[in-house]
């Protein structure tokens, strides 16, 4: 058995660190072994899983085994790598940022402690993955939805702390954060919001408190382990409709996101439509060896015979309206009218009501099947995605789009895009597929990858979340008063942290300890 060590520990000191974990969790949930190491590495990395090897995980099973291992990481100088399920495929899945961290692994933390249909919330652990909150609301004949992201595999928490996002009109799922319980690097635990008084009936109903609102601020963060939060969840609505049209030319996109934007502002559309590439829905049913077997990217008028094939326009665009069936028909009337002027074609309907089977709602059902898309290149397949936020304005969605696909030809992979959009930006996620074993095309992805940061920097653009190799990249993007931004969180890291225990440069914060060798 090989020995991972974090930088600047012993072997004596690591070995006695895992010695005090094993008597907080117990031996059998302190995972040390070359094959427990392996299982936390990140299992879609693009050629770079080397650079994020974890030393060990620990699993606690309450917030108090937490504080406990806290305090023996301080002790020891161990750095911890919290996940919740550790299901963040394409950004580095259960991996830690820096190689030598042990792995916090919060997957024995599974209650669901409350769900209120009355004020529509839930309070729940970081364990709870998304199929355990849907079946607990199917069971109980909860008439709440939440929102689910593409795969449902992971966790309510660590989803909403990344800033991953769903489908409903509550998509944005870390706007509906409301109140956490946090073990802080020191120890100590700390509620926010109304949570601070230890009688409040309000700490999943009033986000901000009293003074400095801190929810936000371990969101995409290595500020505190969080081990409770309260997520609102959405009413279930009288009825929805479902609006279907699939775009024949490249440049659709651009008018279709001018037409929309405004009706999402002022809320005939409440939830976040998809404006998705074909390549999204062919590469989740068939491999690209069905299709063509050339090197580079997949060429144009390849992809005009699956399309003619398939049956899937360039864009594929799916809106979804929510509420009372009067208003519902309506809105969409809006809707047709806003690309009656761009298109004849007309949008395929469907309808659903309260009472229907729950699958065609658009409540969002947790499914893994979308990760079938690794399977495009064949092999053990991976995927990573960029993923830049632009203002949602159809000349410039056609400019990133344009310079985008470019890349992807220049460099040799099959472009596969969609546009998010929301009120006022769009979120434009670049997916890159890869066979793992093929290191000429994951060289290439990784290249794609640092050119696209690159590009959308010159715009002024950068991502919303990022994988653990980009970490440093998309955070020097943040330029502005010389890195003001990335100082502020380092003054704050080190105040917080001042031992540097918690995942060490979680974008791009690294605690002083690792700051000079690390960043
Ligand atoms: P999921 O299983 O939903 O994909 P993960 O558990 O992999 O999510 O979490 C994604 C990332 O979010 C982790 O790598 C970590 O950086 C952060 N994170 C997740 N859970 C917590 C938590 N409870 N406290 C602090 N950070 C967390």
């Given at each position: 058995m090989s020995v991972v060590l974090p930088p600047n520990v012993s072997e004596k000191d690591f070995q006695k660190a895992l010695a005090a974990f094993a008597g907080v969790v117990g031996r059998q949930w302190v995972l040390a072994t070359d094959e427990d190491r392996d299982s936390y590495m990140d299992i879609y990395a693009p050629g770079d899983a080397d650079q994020h090897i974890p030393s060990a995980a620990v699993g606690p099973s309450s917030a108090e085994e937490i504080q406990a291992i806290v305090r023996i990481a301080n002790e020891y100088k161990v750095p911890l790598w919290p996940i919740s399920r550790g299901k963040n495929l394409g950004y580095g899945a259960a991996a830690p940022r820096m190689t030598g961290t042990v792995v916090l692994d919060l997957g024995r933390m599974k209650r669901i402690i409350d769900v209120n249909e009355r004020f529509g919330y839930c309070l729940i652990e970081p364990g709870v993955g998304f199929f355990d909150l849907f079946d607990y609301l199917q069971q109980n004949k909860i008439r709440l939805w939440m929102s689910i992201p593409a795969n449902a595999w992971g966790s309510v928490v660590g989803n909403a702390l990344e800033r991953g996002y769903g489908y409903t009109p509550y998509g944005d799922n870390t706007s509906h954060i409301c109140g956490m319980e946090v073990v802080l690097a020191n120890g100590e635990m700390v509620r926010t919001g109304t949570g601070a008084m230890s009688n409040s009936p309000c700490w999943q109903l009033f986000k901000y408190g009293y003074g400095p609102s801190w929810d936000q601020l371990f969101c995409q963060s290595n500020f505190g382990v969080v081990t409770k939060m309260g997520l609102w969840l959405m009413p279930e609505p009288e009825a929805t409709l479902g609006l279907d049209m699939q775009l024949p030319?490249?440049?659709?996109v651009g008018w279709a996101i001018d037409a929309l934007q405004p009706l999402r502002l002022n809320g005939v559309l409440l939830q976040n439509p998809s404006i998705g590439n074909s390549l999204r829905f062919v590469a989740s049913a068939t491999q690209r060896s069905q299709w063509y077997q050339g090197e580079g990217a997949l060429p144009d008028d390849v992809l005009a015979e699956i399309l003619k094939k398939s049956g899937f326009g360039w864009w594929n665009i799916s809106l979804r309206l929510y509420g009372y069936d009067e208003v519902n028909q309506v809105h969409a009337r809006i809707v047709k009218d806003a690309f009656a002027p761009h298109t004849k074609q007309e949008f395929k309907v469907s309808e659903w009501h309260r009472g229907?089977?729950?699958?065609?709602?658009?409540?969002g059902v947790p499914s893994v099947n979308p990760l079938q898309i690794i399977n495009w290149r064949g092999g053990r397949g991976g995927h990573i995605g960029f993923s830049p936020t632009l203002p949602a304005k159809g000349d410039l969605v056609l400019k990133q789009f344009h310079s985008t696909k470019k890349r992807y030809e220049e460099i040799g992979v099959d472009y596969y895009g969609s546009f998010t959009l929301f009120d006022r930006y769009t979120t434009n996620v670049n997916m890159m597929i890869y066979d793992r074993d093929d290191a000429a095309l994951t060289r290439k992805v990784r290249d794609l990858f640092k050119v696209l940061v690159a590009d959308a920097a010159k715009e002024g653009y950068s991502e919303y979340r990022t994988h653990i190799s980009y970490m440093d990249d998309v955070a020097r993007t943040f330029d502005f008063n010389d890195h003001a931004l990335l100082r502020l969180n380092e003054r704050l890291k080190d105040a917080l942290d001042p031992n540097g225990?918690?995942?060490?440069?979680?974008?791009?914060i690294w605690p002083k300890a690792y700051r000079a060798s690390q960043a």
């Open positions: 030319n490249p440049d659709d229907d089977s729950i699958e065609n709602s658009g409540a225990i918690l995942a060490p440069g979680k974008q791009g």
